[in-house]
C-alpha cells in the first residue's frame, strides 16, 4: 500500500516537472505555427489568383503567374472550391471572400462550355466534318493512327508531327477512306504536317513564320474553302505569339471566303494569343461542345512504372469564319498512340 502511494506520488510530480519544462510549449507553439502557415498559404494562394486573373487583360501573358493560370485554370477551379469551404466553415469570413472573387470569375468564364442549350441549325444544311490530329513523330502505331481516322472519315484533316516515310504507310492505309471520292493529300515534309481531304487541294503556302502554316485550298462542290493547318512552336510565349499574330495579319484578316484554321496551337483557350484568334474566328469547341474537353496529354503518355498521365489542357483547336454554323465539337477518346487527342468539329455550310 505505501508503495503504491510513493509510487503515485512520484508520477505525479514527474507530471508536474514535465509541464513545467519548454516541451510542451514547444509543441503547443510547433502546432500554432502550423495552423497558421496553413492559413497564410491561402491567404497567398487567393491574393496571386486574384490579382492574376485581373491581370490577364493587362499587362497579360507577360507576367509569369498569368501564364500559369491560363493554362491550368480550370484545374484552379478544382482547388478553389474546397479552399473557400474550409476558410468559411473555419470562420475566415475574409479569406474565403477572396477566394471567392476568383471562383466565381473563373466559373463565370467557363460557364459557355460547362451549360449548353440546344443550337438550332438548318437541317438541310450542308455539312462538313473537319478533324485535327497531332499523330506525335514518336508514334510507330500507324495501324492505330489510321483506325482513328477512319472511324470518324472526316471532310478534312489536319495532321501535324507525321514523318515522310509513316506519311506514305498512312496514305496506303488510308487509300480506301473515301470509297466514292478520290483520296486528296498535300504533304508539307519541312513542316511535317499535312492535309487530307475528299476534295481536291491546291497547295497555297508553307510558313514556318507563321506558326508553322500549311495553307491550302479545297475545291468543295459547294465552293472554295481556304484551309489552314498550323503547329506552332511550344517554346517561348512570345515567339508564338508574334507568329500567331503574323499568320492573322496576312492570312486570315485578308481572307474574302470561308476559312478553317485548325491544329496543335500549344495554347489554352484562356491565353493572350488565344484571345486574340478569337477576335477573328470562332472556336468550334466554345460554340458546339461541352466540358473542358483536354487534348494533352493523352493515356499515351505514362509515369514511371506504366502509370497513365491524365489531360491536362486543351491547346489543340478548330476555328472558323463566320461562313459556318458548328453543329458539333469534341475531343476524341482515343488517340491512337499519340501524346495528343484528336479533335473534331461538325459544320454546318452557311
Known amino acids: 500500500m505505501l ?29 500554432f505555427s502550423i495552423s497558421s502557415l496553413f492559413w497564410i498559404g491561402l491567404w497567398i494562394f487567393g491574393l496571386v ?9 493587362w499587362p497579360g501573358d507577360r507576367i509569369i503567374t498569368v501564364r500559369f493560370i491560363n493554362y491550368f485554370m480550370a484545374w484552379l477551379l478544382m482547388g478553389l472550391v474546397p479552399c473557400l469551404i474550409t476558410a468559411w466553415l473555419s470562420g475566415h469570413k475574409w479569406l474565403a471572400a477572396t477566394l471567392l472573387v476568383p471562383t466565381f470569375l473563373i466559373a463565370l ?19 462538313l466534318k473537319v478533324m485535327s490530329y497531332n499523330v506525335w513523330r514518336y508514334n510507330l502505331n500507324i495501324d492505330a493512327i489510321s483506325k482513328v481516322i477512319i472511324n470518324e472519315n472526316p471532310d478534312i484533316l ?41 476534295y481536291p487541294l491546291t497547295p497555297l503556302e508553307v510558313a514556318p513564320d507563321k506558326g ?26 512570345k515567339w508564338r505569339h508574334r507568329q500567331i499574330s503574323k499568320l492573322l495579319k496576312e492570312d486570315v484578316a485578308t481572307a474574302k471566303g470561308p476559312l478553317i484554321l485548325g491544329g496543335d496551337f500549344n495554347t489554352s483557350d484562356q491565353t493572350q494569343t488565344y484571345r486574340m484568334v478569337n477576335q477573328y474566328l470562332d472556336n468550334s469547341h466554345w460554340e458546339a461542345g ?9 493515356s499515351s503518355v505514362c509515369w514511371p512504372g ?42 454546318i455550310i452557311n
Open 306 to 347: 506504366n502509370v497513365p498521365i491524365p489531360s491536362i489542357i486543351r491547346i489543340d483547336h478548330i476555328f472558323y469564319s463566320d461562313h459556318f454554323i458548328a453543329k458539333s465539337a469534341r475531343t476524341l477518346a482515343e488517340s491512337g498512340g499519340s501524346d495528343h487527342l484528336p479533335v473534331v468539329a461538325d459544320f
Open 290 to 298: 461541352w466540358g473542358f474537353g483536354f487534348t494533352y496529354p493523352s
Open 212 to 237: 508553322r502554316a500549311q495553307k491550302v485550298l479545297a475545291e468543295t462542290p459547294f465552293g472554295r474553302i481556304t484551309v489552314i493547318n498550323i503547329h506552332t512552336y511550344h517554346w517561348g510565349w
Open 109 to 127: 468564364t467557363y460557364l459557355p462550355i460547362l451549360v449548353k442549350f440546344k443550337k438550332i441549325v438548318n437541317p438541310n444544311g450542308i455539312p
Open 3 to 31: 508503495f503504491m502511494q510513493l509510487r503515485g506520488k512520484l508520477r505525479t510530480e514527474s507530471q508536474v516537472q514535465f509541464d513545467q519544462l519548454p516541451f510542451k510549449r514547444i509543441i503547443e507553439n510547433f502546432q
Open 49 to 57: 489568383v486574384l490579382l492574376s486573373f485581373l491581370m490577364r487583360w
Open 158 to 198: 489536319l495532321l501535324q508531327e507525321i514523318k515522310p516515310y509513316r506519311m506514305q504507310i498512312l496514305k496506303y492505309k488510308l487509300k480506301n477512306l473515301y470509297p466514292n471520292d478520290k483520296l486528296n493529300i498535300e504533304y508539307a515534309p519541312e513542316i511535317l504536317q499535312a492535309v487530307i481531304s475528299r
